[in-house]
């Protein structure tokens, strides 16, 4: 996983409850205008895009997995070598959305590490009648899991590239940040 100058390589994993949209989120980012009303379970697919996202170009390695049940064992070849994770779940299955933080406790322990970049999405956002988890639970969530979060609609193509640059933005925080200013030290204060 070297990085060029010129170009960054990122492995981002899609995770998240069977049919909440991983696969249509994906397509449709990868390859739009792509919307398939059908369901077919994903095992495991790979994508590629490359983005520049603020400045810098990232070569994007897209790994959307096969939904995952509460007691779902934790797939060990996400938890190695992944710099990202899009968690997702449909606002319309309060199910889907209480898996989010087995999903993200279940990455940590794996990957024994006490952070990773991640963006919550809640998809199917054009379902507004079915809705059965509100903005302010979703944002909370994020919160709580230190994680960026959207809602995006894979159908209408709403907030789709944003979910992915909410995370390339929670990778460039961890792995690239921009340099700390200079702090000020205690013998400066009053000095002009
Ligand atoms: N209304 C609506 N339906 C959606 C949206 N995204 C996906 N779907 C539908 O939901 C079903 C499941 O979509 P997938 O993208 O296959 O879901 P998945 O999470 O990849 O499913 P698994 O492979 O089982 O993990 C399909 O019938 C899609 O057409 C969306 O944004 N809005």
Redesign the pocket.
């Known amino acids: 996983m070297s990085d060029s100058a010129a170009t960054m390589k990122r492995k981002v994993v899609i995770m ?10 994906t397509q449709q980012y990868v390859a739009p205008p792509t ?8 095992i495991e697919d790979t994508s590629h895009k490359t983005v520049t996202y603020n400045g810098v170009q990232y070569e994007c390695e897209i790994i ?4 995952l049940e509460e007691y779902s064992l934790f797939p060990g070849k996400y938890g190695i070598g992944v710099h990202g994770y899009i968690l ?1 779940y449909s606002i319309t299955s309060r199910q889907s959305f209480e898996m989010i933080p087995i999903v993200h406790d279940k990455i940590l322990d794996y990957a024994g590490l006490e952070k990773v970049p991640c963006v919550v999405v809640g ?5 507004q009648s079915e809705r059965a988890v509100t903005t302010a639970e979703g944002e909370a969530l994020a919160k709580k899991l230190n994680a960026g979060f959207i809602e ?5 193509n709403k907030n789709v590239s944003k979910a992915f640059d909410v995370l390339l933005a929670e990778m460039q925080k961890e792995y690239n940040p921009a340099p700390e200013k200079k702090k000020s030290s205690w013998w400066s204060w009053g000095a002009k």
Do not use: E, M, R
């Not at 998809?123 to 379902?127: G, I, R, S, V, Y």
């Open positions: 998240g409850s069977p049919s909440v949209g991983k696969t249509s989120l919307y398939n009303a059908s369901y077919y379970p994903t959307d997995s096969a939904g997702v998809q199917k956002l054009d379902l995006s609609s894979a159908k209408d």
